[in-house]
């Protein structure tokens, strides 16, 4: 049903994995088997838990640094070049994918790419810049959306990302600010006459943009920061539109940028607004009339009450019985960060443990794929984001296509049969290893339904099991539940891979299936 009632229905594995699909990069089996019996609001109350900031990231690879050593952090230090940068990048790019593959049961990490997905930025060419604004986003995911505004319109990589360092009073730039209302706060309204988007106008963006002058960003001497310099303020009066009431804003220095939000967060389309591009991450991107009204009005409603905080509105969703109404599971394409991770995570696959190795494995490996898949990190194509969660009417259907397909497929071909190399390191996913947890891991048709609950989000149907069941049995050379005892009760070698072999064959099929790219 399209309400954000909260669900009252009996609570299964089937939908503790729904729940943790679309809010985590996958978890493994054992966690999975936890929320299962869990209630629903044991489960979002451990999803939804703080967490403390992480580490930052540290120098493994280069002895070529004046100021960071191996070992140390270089986020905080001086000196940029194009051979420093050469490990800083790829540094950041492992940082966050080792973040990701935590198989942590929280949600942090996917708020962390939505709001990186909201306020975009990209092509920044100093890593240092990416470090703070992806560690703002971190640390506001759940957070308050007023605020996170606020820090974010002088955060030092959006200065530079839409020109808010180059504008000034005495040549306002309006990018930061027609964003601000157009993608970040308000959006466009149906249009009620020239300039005039309902929501905002031209004659608005003007006066923002003026509002908004006097910021720049400073990195020649640290900390790297924003800074408020008064000659480069317009320090006149500035009046908006009858959108805003006709309010005349005047000059308050560095504070005026704020006093500029608190304004815009006065008008409830921007709760709406937001309520509706979670709604599009965390659930669908069709929105009839009915979810507007009686979903993202609601959440929206709840938000707003909340003075913006996030969390209320989005535990409401979460938990409400729309979220778990069948019409949702299952129809939203995997964006290609989850189809990388989501496998690697559910079946705690084998990653190097060696610093530099890892690194060299996340931003040579990793961070390719997600290139090729067209998902980059730090790389949004535009300001709008990733085309998947805005551009109508094919929205998550963009992730499939041409050229991402047989990416998808070489790369679950290569994990699947665990022929994932990189250098003398192999990524195993060791399904044997989940399927000794099962509770019947002799039983064919028990094997299939839990792996289909860990790759699925589906049950199977019988036509597909009927296949699945001839891979598992070898055709009818010998069943599974004769190889898999013999195995228990005389785990040798040639045993152990007779199991892992039939295993690794059912991997490669299943992660074929148009239903593996669906969450």
Partial sequence: MATLNKYAGPWSRYLAAHLLRRTTYGVNYDTLVKFGNYTLD???????????DPPPPINYTSTED???????TWVDKGTTSGTIDAYRIPSIRSWTFDLMLKGDANIREKMTMFWHNHFVTADINDPRYNYIYISLLRKNALGNFKQLTKDITIDPAMLNYLNGRDNTGQAPNENYARELMELFTLGKGPLAGPGDYTTYTEDDIKEMARVLTGWIDVRNTLPIRAEYRAGRHDIRSKTLSHRFGNVTINNAGAEEYKNLIDIIFQKDEVATFIATKLYRWFVHSNIDETIHNDVIIPMGKIIRDNNYEILPGLRALLASEHFYDECIIGTMVKNPI????NPINQFSASLPTDNVQRVNFNSRQIYPKTVEMQMAIFMAPSVAGWQPYYQEPSYYRLWLNATSLPYRKGFTDLLASNTY??????VLLNPINTVDKFVKPDDVDFVLTEIALILFSKPLAENQ???????????????????????KNNPSEANKAVVVNRLRNLLVYMMRMPEYHLS
């Avoid at 044991?42 to 403390?52: K, T, V």
């Avoid at 989850?338 to 991770?341: K, R, W």
């Avoid at 099991?465 to 195995?487: P, S, V």
């Fill in 421 to 426: 190399k990189f250098g003398d390191f192999r």
């Fill in 42 to 52: 044991q489960c979002l109350d451990h999803l939804l838990q703080p967490l403390g």
């Fill in 465 to 487: 099991k009927t296949i699945l069941i001839l891979i598992l049995n070898l055709g009818n050379t010998g069943t599974w539940q004769t190889a898999y005892t013999l195995y």
């Fill in 66 to 72: 004046p100021n960071t050593p191996i070992g140390d």
């Fill in 338 to 341: 989850d189809f990388i991770l």
